[in-house]
């Protein structure tokens, strides 16, 4: 058996399917049990190669199956604590990052200013097991009951710091929507109110607001059979990378140089404004519901920074605060000229 952590979210699934893929080939006897979040089942369908998922939610303790695997691999951070959860299993072999806190002194270094996917795919690599970073396709559900063809905009985040205001998404949105788009715009169940507060600024009817009414494999089907993706720095957008439709993402504080899409596919389009002196870049704002120790890339824009961002925007990172409207609408305009004319990203 091999036993695999990535207790975490939606793009943290999503970055790590290279690195679930490469482990699949590498032991295709073997049984591969994922220890992940139980509401992420449908997308661990979706990723593939999984034969069994375990409920794990962030680094609590844990009672692990008797079985004691014959390796553990963290997908998770690089320890102490997810270390020491996944000895607790007894695996014959650890592969993980270098830990020295933990008693971990194999394995290769972190570095804080990798990007997400590559990190993953560089620990198997000194591991011996091949990797293809590009393997981010995921399989693509048949279409339900749910709208196909399109613009879908996702205004939250978990982070104060990456949520871009809810005017400027209205107003992409109120654009979208006169350019013949149909837009829904979706989240979390807790995202509900900021959901409708941005679609009656664009004047959108209440049907359009999705938020808090599709799980995950629902959103997945949105954006696999979805026109366009309009978000932050936020999961929804690793799921447009999955299946090639085409996304306009904003980011700040953290650069998309670590965690957008990557930089060979110029239908997703990554915008950011920074760095901004005096402000931290971090590799990923830690949210307070997230264990402390972990821690979406189109061709990454340094757009102009306009001066004077208002104060009530305080709580947005002045990378994301200076994006404006018109830029947003620019890079869908691009977007959209690429999507004429590229094929479709389908899952091996």
């Known amino acids: 058996m091999i036993l695999v952590l990535r207790a975490l979210g939606i793009g943290d699934l999503a970055t790590a399917v290279p690195a679930l893929r ?9 049984r591969l049990v994922l220890a992940a979040p139980r509401w ?22 844990y009672r692990w199956p008797p079985m004691a695997p014959e390796r553990a691999v963290n997908l998770h951070g690089r320890g102490p604590q997810s270390h020491r ?27 804080p200013d990798e990007h997400e ?10 591991y011996g097991i091949a990797t ?27 982070a104060a710091e990456r949520r871009w205001p809810p005017d400027r998404f209205a107003a992409v949105a109120r654009e979208l929507a006169r350019r013949g788009h149909r837009v829904l715009v979706t989240g979390a169940p807790g995202e509900r109110d900021l959901a409708e507060e941005v679609a009656a600024r664009a004047g959108l009817p209440g049907s359009a607001v999705l938020a808090g009414r599709t799980d995950v494999g629902e959103l997945a089907e949105l954006v696999a059979h979805g026109r366009l993706v309009v978000a932050g720095d936020t999961g929804i957008g690793h799921l447009a990378t999955g299946y090639g439709t085409p996304s306009v993402l904003l980011f700040g504080p953290v650069a998309p140089a670590l965690w957008g899409p990557p930089a060979d596919r110029p239908w ?3 915008l950011w404004a920074g760095p901004v002196p005096g402000w931290p870049s971090p590799a ?25 961002a208002p104060s009530a925007e305080t709580t947005v990172h002045p990378a994301l605060a200076a994006l404006d409207v018109a830029q947003v609408l620019a890079a869908v305009e691009q977007v959209g000229q690429v999507e004429r004319g590229r094929p479709a990203v389908t899952a091996r």
């Open 22 to 30: 490469a482990l699949r080939a590498a032991f295709a006897r073997d």
């Open 40 to 61: 992420l089942g449908p997308l661990v369908e979706l990723v593939g190669g999984v034969d069994e998922q375990v409920d794990v939610d962030g680094l609590g303790p």
């Open 85 to 111: 959860l996944l000895r607790a299993a007894q695996p014959r072999q650890l592969m993980a990052f270098a830990c020295p806190e933990a008693g971990h002194h194999v394995g290769p270094v972190w570095r």
């Open 117 to 126: 996917v590559a990190r993953w795919c560089r620990l198997l690599d000194w």
């Open 132 to 158: 293809d970073p590009s393997d981010l396709a995921l399989r693509r559900p048949a279409p339900g009951d749910l709208p196909v063809g399109a613009s879908i905009v996702h205004p939250g985040a978990k």
């Open 268 to 270: 997703h389009r990554a």
């Open 284 to 308: 990923r704002p830690v949210p307070a519901a997230r264990q402390p120790e972990h821690g979406a890339s189109g061709r990454p824009e340094r757009v102009h920074r306009r001066a004077g």
